[in-house]
T-cell receptor
Framework: GQQVMQIPQYQHVQEGEDFTTYCNSSTTLSNIQWYKQRPGGHPVFLIQLVKSGEVKKQKRLTFQFGEAKKNSSLHITATQTTDVGTYFCAGHPWGNNRLAFGKGNQVVVIP | DGGITQSPKYLFRKEGQNVTLSCEQNLNHDAMYWYRQDPGQGLRLIYYSQIVNDFQKGDIAEGYSVSREKKESFPLTVTSAQKNPTAFYLC?????????????FGPGTRLTVT
């Protein structure tokens, strides 16, 4: 069953504003990965977090892995039209070598 | 893109026919995966292979079959037993099948069965 949950499932964001998308797991994860899928495209790897409490930044994107390694977040500042797409988190539950994807957060940017 | 090719991009079939989707990678990756994507459902794992001549069922393997005769190739057959085959199919690969490796996705094949 679904082990990784993402909220919200849809977001409409005004260009220039900030937004956050969340990823929660019922079990402890060995790591978390984030992917972005543009409309009509395929998922592209963004980043991987491994350590408890880890924070990584990529320009306007900030990724965080929770202390308990059960949740993660992606925060985007000063949203641009190029940020449109679906953001997926994917985690590896401990003892399981299969990646469990969330259902994604579809982001629409309003110019 | 990313050294993984899937063909064709769009595929149309009549109900009751088997169809095989191609996936080839030149990344020298050991692990390969097939996912199915439906609107609002995220990515669901169909089959995966960590080494040549070996593969395992994913979460929704019923009605599908795969083979891994070569490291570079991991074709997926959608059989007539698959009750709702219309979907977007994505192939992916990673360096190894372990937990620390990012997956590289192909451009996908959109299958429509009528």
């Amino acid at each position: 069953g679904q082990q990784v949950m993402q909220i919200p499932q849809y977001q409409h964001v005004q260009e220039g504003e900030d937004f956050t998308t969340y990823c929660n797991s019922s079990t402890t994860l060995s790591n978390i990965q984030w992917y972005k899928q543009r409309p009509g495209g395929h998922p592209v790897f963004l980043i991987q977090l491994v350590k408890s409490g880890e924070v990584k930044k990529q320009k306007r994107l900030t990724f965080q892995f929770g202390e308990a390694k059960k949740n993660s977040s992606l925060h985007i500042t000063a949203t641009q039209t190029t940020d449109v797409g679906t953001y997926f988190c994917a985690g590896h539950p401990w003892g399981n070598n299969r990646l469990a994807f969330g259902k994604g957060n579809q982001v629409v940017v309003i110019p | 893109d990313g050294g993984i090719t899937q063909s064709p991009k769009y595929l149309f079939r009549k109900e009751g026919q088997n169809v095989t989707l191609s996936c080839e990678q030149n990344l020298n990756h050991d692990a390969m995966y097939w996912y199915r994507q439906d609107p609002g459902q995220g990515l669901r794992l169909i089959y995966y292979s960590q080494i040549v001549n070996d593969f395992q069922k994913g979460d929704i393997a019923e009605g599908y079959s795969v083979s891994r005769e070569k490291k570079e190739s991991f074709p997926l057959t959608v059989t007539s037993a698959q009750k709702n085959p219309t979907a977007f199919y994505l192939c992916a690969s990673s360096a190894l099948g372990g937990v620390d490796y990012e997956q590289y996705f192909g451009p996908g094949t959109r299958l429509t069965v009528t």
